[in-house]
């Protein structure tokens, strides 16, 4: 036996070894396992906020073209410009279309006197003329009012077509678009439009879940952080949150708009600036709380464990509210206590 411990010495060590660790190993586990963590009771200051990013719109904004295609024959405004509200922006060849009301007009002198001339007609013998030919000029006068009528809608056609060949903008604002900005060519109304937007109703837009939009409603604050304006905050109000789904998004989500206050709408905004919103959805100062976490229920009520880590005791509470994550504790818990998990 001793002479098989002398030269198998290594080999029971190695045994010895690996027990060890084995041993060492199981007991750290299972000393993990009983570990429970604790927490320390305080009186803090909760507040729940909800973020959101958004982009710079306008209320105001509109895209005009032409009704019809023609010859572009000026174009009064440029890029960057301000225009008022009712301004002619540019105009169309308005030659041929003249001419054309001329023509229509001219036809509606000819059918007017010819309906005249056939009133006048059937009124000096009506008497004198049998029965078959009073009523062929009845039809004949009726003919003429038709044809009469006619006349009249050509010449109100064209007279749109007349009003249609310069292009006005029925909003005040800045130019920021216009496709063609040289006179002289031809355009169809899909090739040259003009874009014009009132800065003075720009409103911060965000896009809200289903879950953060039904805490949201009019007339609530909140702060914006402009990425171009990272050193201050500036304050938001909200106006409008939409009924529907906004369309073009993966998820379902909802418009938000706030309207700026006038110590934002002083800075120099542009369309499509981005920027990040915070609603503070509740605020408690200096209340007693423990994570949701260590919060138990039963058939009692509401309890928490007190005690030791090895000898937890239930100890009953009453709370009011959770905020970000958080219990407000009302009654059975006070400061510097140590719960248990």
């Given at each position: 036996?001793?002479?098989f ?17 084995i041993i060492y190993?199981r007991?750290s ?6 570990k429970?963590e ?16 958004g982009e ?30 009712y301004?002619?922006?540019a ?11 001329n023509?229509?007009?001219?036809s ?16 000096v ?13 009845e ?9 009469l ?5 050509d010449?109100e ?21 216009v496709?063609t ?13 003009f ?5 003075k ?7 809200a879940?289903q ?9 609530m604050?909140?702060?914006i ?9 500036y304050i938001g109000?909200?106006?409008y949150?939409?009924?529907?789904p ?18 934002t ?28 976490s260590?919060l138990?229920?039963d058939?009692?009520g509401?309890?928490i ?10 100890q ?5 509210e959770?905020v ?13 206590t140590?719960?248990?998990?």
């Open positions: 036996m001793k002479s411990i002398k030269k198998r010495w290594y080999l029971i060590l190695f045994i010895l070894i690996t027990i060890g660790f190993g007991n586990a299972s000393s993990g396992k009983e429970v604790s927490y320390t009771v305080k009186r803090e200051n909760l507040k729940e906020v909800l973020s959101l990013t710079i719109n306008a209320d105001e904004r509109v895209s005009l073209k032409f009704q019809t295609s023609g010859r572009l024959a000026w174009v009064g405004v440029k890029e960057g410009d301000y225009v008022k509200k301004q002619t922006l105009t169309l060849d308005k030659r041929d279309i003249q001419n054309r009301l023509k229509y007009l001219n509606y002198s000819i059918s007017r006197n010819n309906f005249e001339q056939e009133k006048d007609d059937f009124k013998e009506p008497f004198n003329l049998s029965e078959t030919a009073r009523r062929s000029a039809r004949a006068l009726e003919n003429n009012q038709f044809s009528t006619n006349t009249v809608l010449v056609y064209q007279n749109l077509a007349l009003e249609y060949s310069a292009l006005w903008t029925p909003i005040e604002g800045i130019v920021t678009h496709a900005p040289f006179a002289g060519v031809n355009i169809t109304p899909a090739g040259a439009d874009e014009v937007v009132n800065p109703t720009l409103y911060f837009s965000v896009t879940e879950a953060d939009v039904i805490n949201i409603k009019e007339g604050k909140g702060t952080n402009f990425d171009a304006y990272p050193e201050k905050k109000e909200v106006y949150v939409s009924f529907s906004k369309e073009g998004e993966t998820g379902t989500v909802y418009e938000v708009r706030l309207k700026l206050d006038e110590k709408m002083e800075l120099p905004l542009r369309l499509r600036m981005t920027g990040d919103l915070e609603f503070v959805l509740k605020e408690r100062d200096g209340v007693i709380s423990i994570p949701a260590y138990k229920k058939k009692k509401s309890y464990n007190t005690g030791s880590d090895k000898k937890k005791i239930k009953y509470i009453n709370y009011s959770e970000d994550g958080k219990y407000i504790i009302t009654d059975g818990l006070t400061e510097k140590v719960i248990y998990d």
